[in-house]
């Protein structure tokens, strides 16, 4: 089945570069409908339960953009790919950390709609080799009169194999979110708790999770090498630099009613109030 068959071809995948102990709490935090399973060495895969693109009135790019990038900076340590689909278009968004997202579209009958640097910022910053995995990335960049858009995201998870990814099998993008959710269960994914009521519960449990793994990090930072580099001004201007950021992104998605911006949002703030809490006793 490719990307443009069937009523309401729509769905999405995240596969986290990290195993399913490290995405469990973040992912809880997005306080959505969400399948986890593992996929491969060192990668794990988001499979979303319900279908809020379809209720919301965003486009899935923009709800799972939304998702990778609060995964992301909630992680701060791996990234987050999150492929896409529907009837017009496929592609990737890339979040890693507070970085800018890299994405790729293609139009549903294959054409590359992207830029070739975004491909390739797309393999330097998830460590791919720079010159055979990237020679891979580049076919998926170019005229394929044989290639819908399907074809196209299997390409991206093929190139991903060799670092690791192995989707369970039948977990194919390009197919309907529901029968994606029924692989997945089928194959004992772990259904993540749901919806709650809004930012808040996120914010609530980031108070608990999230200031403990903060905390951790600090201490494993500050005993480090770089220990000098966790505490004092440039540990203020960071987290300054959080909280300037955080504050309107919440803002913003709470007023769009988008529920990934507005926790991407919650966890800057979060961090850069942990991180300005932390530093004042450790001075």
């Not at 769905?11 to 469990?24: I, N």
């Not at 819908?148 to 194919?172: I, Q």
Request: net charge negative; aromatic share 4%.
């Amino acid at each position: 089945m490719n990307a443009t068959s069937g009523p309401n071809p729509v769905g999405a995948l995240l596969l986290c570069r990290a195993d399913p102990p490290a995405v469990r709490p973040p992912a809880g935090l997005l306080r959505e409908q969400l399948l986890l399973a593992p996929a491969g060495t060192g990668w794990s895969v988001l499979v979303p339960e319900g279908k809020p693109w379809l209720h919301g009135g965003e486009p899935v790019e923009q709800v799972v953009t939304g998702w990778a990038t609060a995964l992301a900076v909630s992680a701060a340590t791996w990234p987050v790919v999150a492929l896409w689909w529907d009837r017009e278009r496929a592609g990737l968004t890339l979040a890693a950390g507070f970085r800018r997202t890299v994405g790729y579209t293609w139009l549903a009958d294959g054409t590359p709609v992207g830029e070739d640097e975004a491909m390739r910022t797309f393999a330097a910053r998830l460590s791919l080799d720079p010159v055979l995995d990237v020679q891979a990335l580049e076919p998926l960049t170019g005229p394929d009169p044989e290639a819908d858009a399907h074809s196209r995201l299997v390409g991206v998870v093929a190139v991903l194999a060799r670092a690791g990814l192995a989707l369970p099998t039948g977990l194919t993008p390009g197919e309907h979110a529901d029968r994606l959710r029924s692989v997945a269960l089928a194959q004992g994914a772990e259904q993540l708790e749901g919806p709650g009521d809004g930012i808040a519960p996120a914010l609530t449990k980031l108070k608990t999770w999230g200031g403990d793994a903060v905390r951790a990090e600090l201490d494993a930072v500050v005993e480090g090498p770089l220990g000098r580099y966790a505490r004092g001004p440039l540990a203020r201007a960071l987290s300054g630099v959080q909280l300037a950021a955080g504050v309107p992104l919440l803002a913003w998605g709470i007023g769009r009613r988008s529920g990934g911006w507005a926790t991407a949002g919650a966890l800057l703030v979060a961090h850069g109030v942990l991180g300005l809490a932390c530093e004042r006793p450790r001075e």
